[in-house]
C-alpha cells in the first residue's frame, strides 16, 4: 500500500519515482547510506507521540543548558561576606580621615546657635546713648525664631540683639523667664530666609561618661566649640544672692563668660541642657573643669512646653 508524502501533496513530476512502503524502505537508513542526493525524512509523529512530562522535561533542560551557556558568557557577580565588608571597612578608616564625633555634633548644631549681646546706658555718660553691657549665647528652638538663653545674660538690659548664624543681626524681646533655673525665653524681630531650629533631646538618657558638647562665644569670641563628658547629674548650684538651682547636668566641656545660654549637645547634636554657670572658687572668672547646664525638660517646662 503506498503513502503520502509527508510535506507535500503535490503530483510528482513525469518520470521521477515513488516512494513505497515496502519493508526495505521502512527501516531507518543507516549513516553510510545517506547520500547527498538522498532526502532527509524527519518524523515528527514520534516527538508529538511523547507523554507530556516528558516533553515538559525535555523543554526544562533546554531552558536549564541555555541559562547556563548566557551564565557563563556574562558572568556570575561574587557574593560578599562579612569578612568583605569588614576588610572595606577597615581600609576606608585606615585611609580616609573621618570628622570626630564631637565635629560632626557641632556641625549639626551649628546653624541653632547665636550670639546675644545687651546694651545698657553709661550711667557716667547718659549722653553717650546704649552702650555694650554684656555677651551671652542663645539656641534657636522653633522656626518662629523663640531664643533659649540664661537669664542673668538679658536681666535688666535696655536694648537685646542677636545674631544668627548666618550674620543676620536682629533685636529681641524676653517673652519669658525662669528665675529658678536661671533661664530666658527671646523672641527675635527679623529672621533668616533659612532658621534652622535646633533638634531638642532629653536628659534623661545621659549618665556620667557620656560625651558632649558646648557652643557658644565665651568672651564673645566664637562660635567656640569645646568638648567633654558627662561627670554627674542632678547636681544643684547657687551664686550669691541668686536661688539655689537643682537637678543640674555637671560636664567637663570647657566654658567660659560668654558661653552662659549656648546649647549643651550629645553626640546626635541634640539639645540635653543649656550651659548656666561655672563654679569660680577664686575671683578668675575662668573655667577650672566644671560646668552647669540647666536639663532642656526644666526650659521645656518653664515655656509651657511637654515634657520631652
Known sequence: MKRAALYSRKQLEPGAQRLTSSPASAAAPSPSHTTASSPIRIDLKGFVRLPLWAALLL????????MWA??????????LTQDDINAAVLH?????DLPSRAARAAQLIAPSVVHVRTQDEDQKNPQRGLQDSGVGSGVVISEEGVILTNLHVVQGAKRIKVTFADGLESDAQVIGVQPENDLAVLKAQRLPD???????GSS????????VVAVGFPFGIGPSVSAGVVSGLNRQFGAKDKPVMRGLIQADAAANPGNSGGPLINMAGEVVGIV???????????????????TIESAGGGMG???F
Do not use: Y
Open 70 to 79: 548566557l551564565s557563563r558568557q556574562v558572568g556570575t557577580p561574587q557574593r
Open 194 to 200: 533659612d532658621l534652622q531650629p535646633a533638634t531638642l
Open 59 to 66: 523543554c526544562a533542560l533546554l531552558s536549564a543548558t541555555l
Open 204 to 211: 534623661q538618657n545621659l549618665v556620667p561618661g557620656d560625651e
Open 92 to 96: 576606608t578608616l585606615n585611609t580616609q
Open 305 to 307: 512646653m511637654p515634657p
Open 276 to 294: 548656666t554657670a561655672i563654679l569660680n572658687p577664686t575671683s578668675a572668672r575662668t573655667f577650672i573643669g566644671i560646668v552647669f547646664a540647666a
